[in-house]
């Protein structure tokens, strides 16, 4: 039976703390992983919570990420933030290079903040709505490692690529979107294999380049973009902006470096900021209430906003907490000693 363990969110942070600490992560470094674990697990981004875990921990078992990395702060260009992770994990050198993203942003209506050298496997959307709660719109990108083939071929070239966007909104939650370029996140993939699920037609081939609802021989194949041709443009778009741009490793390189080990990928990410109030849209009411009307047009025919779903299951998980399975808890609470 498929039986779940139910955790506080204070209970879910703390244990995620107890196993990074235990395998030598520095307090700087738990602290901002487990923030954005434990967020996917509140929103019910189950592949992006804390089953992420064990595999942080196997990146830094491997000997590739550095769990006591210091990230490095500087102000690349006038436009420019740059956060240099040391090998660390992304989520740290984020909330380090925020502020100073924020700041130039007020000063300029836009500017980018580059993270290089970070292991990386978070969802996108914590540090795009953090964005946001500045009242600033973000855009944030990343490479992963090469799983995906390109439309209409069938060899892996492309990471599973995700672009996040959030605008904020003069009441509630900013409108926010946050998906892969290949048509699921590898992290559900990996999901429908622990489940024994079957795939839906048309995300993975296998090793031969057949089409495959088995997630086993999707993990040894390729994934699909979304939207054939548009997906796998996105895709390469993403490499090439959080890649060569920012002075770092592609999914294919980063692949590379990983040397057969499977665990996280190793490149860098790029977010970019716009302060509304330095745009000419500025100070006109009637461009926030087009905004606004857009939101009402969609949602007014029945269709949903992207992340309504996620804001409902943070309101029921702040109020009782966060369901996982006893067998991933187990997991960790062994991880944990
Ligand atoms: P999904 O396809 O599950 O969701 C993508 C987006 O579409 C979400 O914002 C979602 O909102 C929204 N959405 C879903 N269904 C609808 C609908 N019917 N109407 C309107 N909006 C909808 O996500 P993916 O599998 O593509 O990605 C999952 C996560 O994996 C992302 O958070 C991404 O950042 C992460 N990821 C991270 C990678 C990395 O390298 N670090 C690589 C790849 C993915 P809602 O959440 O409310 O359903
Ligand atoms: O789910 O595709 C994914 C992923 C890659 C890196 C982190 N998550």
Redesign the pocket.
Known sequence: MNTQAVLSLDDARNLSVRVLTRHGFSAAQADSIAQVIVA?QR???H??GLYRLPGIVETVKKGKADPAAVPDVSDHAPGVVRVDARRGF?PLAFDLGLPLLVEKTRRQGIAALAINHCF??????PEVEAIASEGLAGLAM???HSWVAPAGGRLPVF??????FAWPRPQGHPF?????????????IELHHRDGKPLQPGWAIDAEGNPTTDPAAALDGAMLT?GGHKGSALAAMVELLAGPLIGDLTSTASQAFDDGAKVA?LHG?LILAFDPALFPGAGAPENTERAEALFTAIVDQG???????????RTRSDASGVHIPQTLHDTLVALAK
């Open positions: 996917g929103d019910e981004c592949s992006h992304s990386h496997f978070t969802a996108l959307w990343t490479p992963s990471g599973t690529n995700p672009i996040a926010v979107f946050d998906f892969a370029t290949s048509a699921i996140a590898r992290g559900d979304f990928p990410e269709a949903r906003l992207p992340s309504q779903r996620r804001f409902a299951a």
